[in-house]
């Protein structure tokens, strides 16, 4: 798509996606209203006829009792004449106490009636609604009942649709297709009316197929009758057809307007891409027409002020590249006092790149488990690998980097026509240009070009250390000579880099570590403690403090000698490891006493982890190797060993680095009071007094009440709260 297009295209989405989510929110609006107005309809509808019925029951309870007042059964047939010419009812019954009808107007409906009062029978027909009085004689003995009834038929029902507004159903029992007896309704809705009432309970409205809103009304006291209300939607057509307008209309004008904006936007954006093209294909003569003051036209004048500027740019960048190679000696003192290797690297390959004009460059070293070169920093280079650098991986002796690896030899050329063929691992490049580096004093250094230094040494002969390659050079098709003799030189302050970097590593672990057993020494012991307790205070976690001593550890060296008690700490040394997860660190603290420090670690893992490392210490006695000259492969002695272990919980038993250490001290000594080959749990709050744990035989599960991570840091319990970092990984406790 052009960029016309893609204006256009932006254009109308930045104006008619609000519109139509406008359109849209504006009729979900109306149509949530209109559903609400129907509701309210059937609400009024529904106590319309509640009051309806209910005044028809209270006239009928006025005429039975008109009719219950007069004297005798004379007096009653002219009253129930009365009532019924007055149209208060149209039908009355009157029985004796033992319920024979003594009394029965004309013309009366046929049972069943429905009771006011409540009663309805869902077997019959309703053809009335009645109510019931009691006749009693002078002393208040109930002689009788009289009964006042009211017609209900479709004109009764027609009466209650015009009242309410809405359609009415009077049903036999049950709301369905066939208990319908009298109704308002169209006979071709009516049916999906009634199954919509029929799944209907108390006042809830449901809705039809055709959207029709349906609602139950009775039967209940002072309303007997089965009805069924429903009415029409109604929706406001004319204000959809207003809306569908506005868009339209809105549609049009913003794609009349996207075009004449995307044409004035881009007409002068195509002069200008013809004016680069040009440039591009070495005519630096081109210049832009410069047609309005605008952004576009102020990037028409810095482009022609760029293309009067470059070529003196270029002149500028020939001689600079010549000084460069005089300021290397002084680069390469500065990088070689840095031990921050990634940045000594990066600073390389960026002076690399400008002194060379490329493109784009990569630095790459070989890790020596795989025999592939890894990419540890590159520049302006495509793909993954122009994220994230150590996604560029090549096997050794594959395409132009492997091979340079393998060889030692440096190549450049082109990628149609040189050799070797550049592999699928390697950027894409038109010209490159890549030379290898090992470390310093692997071998004589090589001839270089008659008058120029060449410090690089030869690679080793299981290749190079690693691989510098520049691609693409600005200005010209091709590397040369001198750019190679450059990129020598800095591949040679890389390879000091690296091996410096390397050396300053391993002083530094060799000063931290202890070198019989290899763990970590008591230096980093306290920085390690400091920095776990710090970390735990922030972010409310939990630490465990493990204190080891070897059981009569004194009793080994003389018995066996120095040489067998050695072997006997570094055996302890490598079953620690073998119980401790990867998170953990373990220390040597002097002699036959070592330090366990569990991160994030309540008092129950830290006594599994105690647990465990007790019996794999007790369980397997540690074989010592037989002296020079004794029978081959016979062990001179298998040498019981145990441990106590005292064990103290942050923030449980200690707020500081120093009490951690006192109170996992403290507990140490009660552990070895016990009778050794146990472990001890300090009391919280206080180094001296501990809290004593039964050790079985085997690994086993200590009592509640030691404090647990998970929750807030209280008397006795840890906090292992969540924070902005996750938990680390390691082996189940």
Avoid at 474 to 496: E, M, Q, Y
Wanted: hydrophobic share 40%; with cysteine; proline share 8%.
């Amino acid at each position: 798509m052009t960029l016309r297009g893609r204006l256009t295209v932006a254009f109308l989405a930045v104006v008619l996606g609000p519109l139509l989510l406008g359109a849209f929110f504006a009729g979900g609006t109306v149509a949530v209203v209109n559903d609400q107005r129907s509701r309210e309809r059937l609400d009024l509808a529904a106590t319309t006829v509640r009051t309806s019925v209910n005044a028809l029951c209270q006239q009928l309870y006025a005429a039975a009792d008109a009719v219950a007042l007069a004297g005798d059964t004379t007096d009653r047939a002219v009253a129930a004449r009365q009532v019924i010419a007055r149209g208060l009812a149209v039908a009355v019954r009157v029985t004796d106490a033992v319920g024979a009808t003594t009394l029965l107007t004309p013309d009366a409906p046929p049972a069943p009636w429905a009771d006011c009062a409540g009663g309805y029978p869902t077997s019959s027909p309703v053809q009335a609604l009645t109510v019931r009085v009691e006749l009693r004689d002078q002393v208040g003995a109930a002689v009788g009942v009289v009964w006042a009834a009211q017609l209900v038929g479709p004109g009764f029902v027609t009466r209650l649709a015009a009242a309410t507004g809405a359609a009415v159903t009077l049903c036999r029992g049950e709301p369905g297709p066939s208990t319908a007896m009298h109704s308002t309704e169209r006979n071709g809705s009516r049916d999906s009316v009634l199954l919509a009432a029929r799944r209907l309970h108390g006042d809830a409205v449901g809705e039809t197929d055709a959207g029709r809103y349906v609602r139950r009304v009775g039967p209940s006291p002072g309303q007997p009758l089965p009805l069924v209300l429903s009415v029409p939607p109604s929706p406001p057509q004319g204000i959809y057809a207003l809306l569908a307008g506005a868009v339209l209309l809105a549609g049009l004008l913003a794609v009349l307007a996207a075009w004449r904006l995307a044409r004035s936007t881009t007409r002068p954006l195509t002069e200008l891409a013809l004016a680069v093209d040009r440039v591009a294909d070495g005519d630096l003569t081109a210049r832009v027409p410069v047609s309005r003051p605008d952004e576009v036209g102020r990037l028409a004048r810095t482009f022609n002020r760029m293309t009067r500027e470059t070529q003196s740019y270029v002149h500028a960048l020939t001689t600079s590249r010549d000084q460069l190679r005089g300021h290397l000696a002084l680069l390469g003192d500065t990088l070689a006092s840095t031990h921050d290797l990634h940045r000594i690297l990066q600073v390389i390959l960026q002076t690399a790149l400008v002194a060379t004009g490329a493109r784009a460059g990569v630095l790459l070293l070989l890790d020596p488990e795989t025999r592939t070169l890894v990419g540890q920093c590159g520049e302006g280079l495509d793909g993954p690998a122009g994220r994230d650098p150590s996604a560029l991986r090549v096997p050794l002796g594959s395409g132009v980097l492997g091979t340079v690896a393998v060889t030692g030899e440096p190549l450049r050329g082109r990628t149609d026509r040189d050799g070797p063929t550049r592999s699928a691992y390697e950027p894409d490049c038109w010209t490159y240009v890549a030379v290898p580096f090992a470390a310093p004093g692997s071998a004589g250094p090589p001839q270089g070009p008659p008058g120029v230094p060449y410090p690089l040494v030869e690679p080793p002969a299981g290749g190079a250390l690693g691989v510098l390659a520049l691609y693409d050079r600005h200005g010209s098709d091709d590397f040369d000579d001198s750019d190679l003799v450059t990129l020598r030189s800095f591949a040679c302050h890389a390879a000091v880099a690296v091996d410096n970097v390397r050396v300053h590593e391993e002083a530094q672990r060799l000063s931290l570590t202890d070198p019989l057993t290899g763990l970590w020494n008591y230096r980093y012991l306290k920085e390690s403690v400091r920095r776990e307790v710090e970390r735990a205070s922030r972010f409310g976690r939990m630490i465990s403090l493990l204190v080891l001593d070897l059981d009569r550890f004194k009793e080994v060296n003389d018995t066996y000698g120095h040489a067998a008690g050695d072997v006997v700490l570094t055996e302890f040394a490598r079953r620690i490891r073998g119980v401790i997860r990867e998170v953990d660190l373990a220390f040597r603290q002097g002699g036959e006493e070592f330090v366990l420090l569990l991160p994030e670690t309540d008092a129950r893992g830290a006594v599994t982890v105690a647990e465990r490392l007790g019996a794999a210490v007790r369980d397997t006695p540690i074989a010592i190797p037989a002296p020079p000259g004794s029978v081959p492969d016979e062990p001179r002695a298998l040498v019981p060993v145990t441990v106590s272990i005292g064990i103290a919980v942050y923030p449980h038993h200690a707020t500081t680095a120093a009490r951690m250490l006192d109170a996992a001290d403290g507990a140490l000594y009660a552990a070895k009071a016990a009778g050794r080959d146990t472990h001890r749990i300090a009391a919280a709050g206080a180094c001296p007094v501990v809290e004593e744990i039964a050790v079985p035989a085997g690994a086993a599960t200590p009592d509640d009440g030691l404090p647990r991570a998970g929750g807030h840091p209280g008397p006795r319990g840890g906090g292992a709260s969540s924070g902005p970092h996750p938990p680390r990984q390691g082996r189940g406790r």
